[in-house]
């Protein structure tokens, strides 16, 4: 089990030099991305979850790769695939990459103005330029995530729009050009071979319901990464999708968390030999999928779009949902609060204000800073003297904190901290 804090993972330290990291996250998840787009890291930062685990989808792999014809004269046999990621963490090893950072990571920006980050990079090889967008959207139902069957699920209303944009920078035109997207999950923090994986094409109804190219992998775990009693229990999915039917697709293992795995799917992709199987697992799985973009001219652009979507089901023993009205007093400079049971009456106006609740058991003190460890927004800059708050207690969680700051005019950083509860959720000023 690895333990994560402050950015400080021992994995991550041996490569902090050579790979920049880019941290876009919204209300309720966040995904740590280079320059070439891998990400070694995707927590879930809302709600429940042992104060001495993190949630984390990933621990595994999202990573890209891209084929050409030529490519292989660059690679060694038989190998027709590149990564865009030199550095992978956790298993540890250095890919067969030649990509160089051209424009690094952009901090998160919103200049689409929804409330969301965004953010971009550049690499290149001599032979391609690859921009890599990230577009958080807000989807409020949800989109859907299948799983093989006929049967699917809604995901977290957040979901990760990723543009890969191939531009031809030689001379000649390239040809026989194939992307791959290629996820390794440990859902619900599980590093057993427990983890299960479908490939889905039916087409479900729901928001962005275009991204219909389903690759699911899930896991029902206590959220302790071998899989011990911690009195919490989660069912935890992720799903990347495509708009575009795969030319190949592929299901198999990448397991182990030290070296690199002297077999499984990364091994497929590099020949480019996916395997189409529809389900696998249980194990520690993988997924891969092909996007042919045929030939690019010189200074043309192909784009490839996936859709990065997840969703965590708290079924820890004994739930009850808490309902409690939280009273704004005023004062200055820290405003006041009172808590009472039950749902609040008529309210009043007041000066906005923001409230978030929080994990008891997760307050540490480190130096002097609070560490509030994850938060959920449940009002922002509202203009009423009350907010009626409802929180999922249970065996995982249970009590909570309810925390409030002035919705304007005031700084509130929650969720930031040095001790090793940080789920790297630092957000200044407004909430979410």
């Excluded at 032979?127 to 699917?152: E, H, R, Y």
Aim: with cysteine; aromatic share 8%; hydrophobic share 35%.
């Amino acid at each position: 089990m690895r333990r994560i804090g402050s950015f400080a993972l021992t994995a991550l330290a041996a490569c902090t030099a050579a790979r920049a990291q880019n941290v876009y996250m919204n209300p309720h998840w966040l995904i740590d991305v280079s320059d070439a787009g891998y990400s070694d890291i995707i927590l879930y930062t809302d709600g429940a979850f042992p104060a001495e685990s993190i949630h984390e989808f990933v621990s595994g792999e999202w990573s890209a790769a891209i084929g050409y014809d030529g490519i292989q004269n660059r690679l060694v046999p038989p190998e027709r695939t590149m990564w865009l990621e030199p550095f992978w963490i956790y298993p540890n090893w250095t890919s067969n990459s030649a990509f160089n950072t051209l424009s690094p990571g952009t901090p998160p920006a919103d200049p689409d103005g929804d409330g969301l980050p965004e953010g971009s990079a550049v690499i290149e090889n001599g032979d391609v330029q690859i921009t890599t967008t990230w577009d958080f959207v807000d989807t409020v139902t949800g989109t859907p995530m299948g799983k093989g069957g006929g049967v699917s699920l809604l995901s977290n209303r957040y979901v990760l729009l990723v543009t890969y944009a191939v531009k031809n920078i030689k001379t000649t035109t390239l040809t026989g050009v194939r992307f791959y997207q290629f996820l390794a999950a440990h859902p619900a923090n599980d590093e057993r071979p427990t983890v299960r994986a479908a490939y889905d094409t039916t087409a479900y109804a729901g928001t962005l319901s275009e991204f219909r190219y389903d690759v699911t992998q899930w896991s029902t775990n206590t959220g302790a990464s071998d899989g011990s009693p911690t009195g919490c229990m989660f069912t935890d999915h992720i799903t990347f999708s495509t708009d575009v039917a795969p030319a190949d697709f592929g299901l198999s293992h990448y397991r182990g968390h030290v070296d690199r795995p002297a077999t499984g799917l990364h091994l497929d992709v590099e020949i480019d030999a996916l395997g189409n199987q529809t389900t696998f697992g249980p194990d520690e799985v993988a997924g891969a999928t092909r996007i042919d973009l045929g030939s690019i001219a010189p200074s043309a652009t192909k784009s490839v779009r996936v859709l990065l979507a997840l969703k965590s089901e708290d079924q820890s023993p004994h739930q009850a949902m808490a309902t409690a009205c939280v009273r704004f007093l005023g004062g200055s400079p820290d405003p006041a609060i009172r808590l009472d049971k039950g749902a609040c009456g008529t309210a009043g106006s007041a000066t906005p204000w923001d409230v978030v609740v929080g994990d008891l058991q997760r307050l540490q003190s480190n130096g002097g800073v609070v560490d509030l460890g994850p938060v959920s927004c449940v009002a922002n800059e509202a203009a009423q003297d009350r907010v009626t708050v409802q929180t999922l207690l249970s065996d995982c969680r249970k009590s909570v904190f309810v925390l409030a700051k002035r919705g304007a005019g005031q700084q509130f950083d929650y969720g930031s901290g040095t001790g090793p509860a940080m789920r790297f959720a630092v957000q200044g000023g407004d909430c979410p």
